[in-house]
C-alpha cells in the first residue's frame, strides 16, 4: 500500500498540516519537528504528490515551448538544431520543459496564435510559455497573455512593446556581413536566393541584399533574384532559374543554409567551379554544411546563446516579472569543417 501524509504524520507524531508545513519549507516550524517529519518520511519513502502541491502552490515548475511552425519546419533542418538548443538550456535548470507543435508554415492564417495561446493560458499547466514563430507575430496575439500578466517570452523575433519580453537575431546585421565578405572577394555581379516573402527574417535578410547592393554601387539585376521556400530543392530550382540566362553571376547569397547547398549541387552538375566561378554563402550554420565539398561560408546563428538567454528571459518574468528585451549578432563563418572540429574537441 501506498504511503500517505496521514502515515508521515501519525509516525512523527504531527498533524498532516505540520507534515505539509515540512515539505513546503516553510520557517514557521521548529527545527526539532522539522527533524522529526524528515526523517519520518525518509523511514517510510514517502513521495509526495508532486502535482497536487503544485497546484495548491499555484506553481507547476513547467514550462511551455510553444511552435508555430507546421509540418514543413518540423522537416527543416534548422528547427531540430533549434529546439535541441532549447532543450538543453532547460536542463541546466529545475524547471521541466514540455513542446508543441502547431500550424501549418506555408499558411499562417490556418491557425488562430491568441485562440491557442490563450487556451493554453487557462489550463494553467504552466509557470510559462517560450513563442517560438515562424511567421511574423503581432502585439494583439500576446495581448490576452500581459493583460493576464502570463509570463512568457517571444524567440527569434521582436515585437515593439515595453510590455514583451523577447530574444531575437540581428538578421540584417547577419546578411550585411553575408554581402561584405561577397564584396571583398571582389564580386560583382551578387544574386540572390531568398526566403519566403513576408517572413520576418526572410524579409530583413532580402533587405540587407539590397541596402548592400546599393551602398556598393552595384547594380540590382531582377533575373538574379528568385524566392524559395527554405528547402533544398528550392535552392537548387533557383539556381537553375538564375544560371538560365546569358549573363551569370559571380557570387550567390542563399537565404539559408539548405538553399544555398541545393545550389551548390545545381552549380556542380552543370561543371560550375566553386568558388572559382561562383561564390556562394548561406545563412543558419547548420550542422550539415561541415561535410559540403567544396566548403561553405555561411553565417551562424547563435542558436545555444538564444536559448540560453530566452530561458533565463523566462526565468525572470515568471520569478520576478522583469521585462528582458535582447537582439543578439550573428557572425560569418568561413570554414564550417574547421569550427566542427574545434566544437568536438
Known amino acids: 500500500m501506498k504511503t500517505t501524509i496521514k502515515d508521515v504524520a501519525r509516525l512523527a507524531g504531527v498533524s498532516t498540516a505540520t507534515v505539509s508545513l515540512v515539505m513546503n519549507n516553510k520557517s514557521s516550524i521548529s527545527e526539532k519537528t522539522r527533524k522529526r517529519v524528515l526523517n519520518a518520511i525518509q523511514q517510510l519513502q514517502y513521495e509526495p504528490n508532486v502535482m497536487a502541491r503544485n497546484l495548491v502552490r499555484q506553481k507547476t515548475n513547467t514550462i511551455l515551448l510553444c511552435a508555430f511552425i507546421g509540418q514543413q519546419g518540423e522537416d527543416s533542418l534548422f528547427y531540430p538544431w533549434l529546439l535541441y538548443s532549447i532543450l538543453n538550456a532547460f536542463s541546466k535548470h529545475d524547471f521541466f520543459l514540455q513542446v508543441v507543435v502547431k500550424g501549418d508554415l506555408m499558411n499562417p492564417n490556418s491557425i488562430n496564435v491568441r485562440e491557442e495561446l490563450n487556451k493554453i493560458a487557462r489550463k494553467k499547466l504552466f509557470d510559462g510559455i517560450l513563442v517560438l514563430s515562424h511567421w511574423p507575430l503581432h502585439y494583439s496575439e500576446v495581448s490576452d497573455l500581459i493583460n493576464d500578466n502570463f509570463p512568457f517570452v517571444v524567440v527569434g523575433q521582436k515585437i515593439d512593446s515595453e510590455k514583451v519580453s523577447y530574444i531575437d537575431i540581428d538578421h540584417y546585421e547577419g546578411a550585411l556581413k553575408a554581402m561584405q565578405y561577397i564584396f571583398n572577394k571582389g564580386r560583382k555581379r551578387v544574386a540572390h536566393i531568398r526566403g519566403p ?145 574545434k566544437l568536438k574537441n
Open 197 to 341: 516573402v513576408g517572413q520576418k527574417e526572410a524579409e530583413e535578410r532580402f533587405r540587407a541584399y539590397i541596402d548592400s547592393c546599393i551602398s556598393e554601387k552595384i547594380e540590382i539585376n531582377k533575373k538574379f533574384i528568385v524566392t524559395g521556400n527554405y528547402r533544398w530543392w528550392t535552392g537548387y530550382q533557383g539556381a537553375q532559374k538564375i544560371f538560365q540566362f546569358e549573363e551569370k553571376p559571380d557570387a550567390l547569397f542563399a537565404a539559408n543554409d539548405e538553399m544555398a547547398l541545393g545550389a551548390l549541387n545545381f552549380l556542380k552538375e552543370n561543371n560550375l567551379r566553386v568558388p572559382e566561378d561562383v561564390l556562394v554563402v548561406g545563412f543558419d550554420g547548420i550542422a550539415a554544411i561541415q561535410y559540403s565539398n567544396p566548403p561553405l561560408p555561411s553565417v551562424r546563428q547563435p542558436l545555444d546563446k538564444l536559448a540560453e538567454l530566452a530561458a533565463n528571459a523566462l526565468f525572470m518574468k515568471v520569478h520576478s516579472n522583469k521585462i528582458i528585451q535582447e537582439t543578439i549578432q550573428c557572425e560569418l563563418i568561413e570554414n564550417w569543417q574547421h569550427e566542427f572540429n
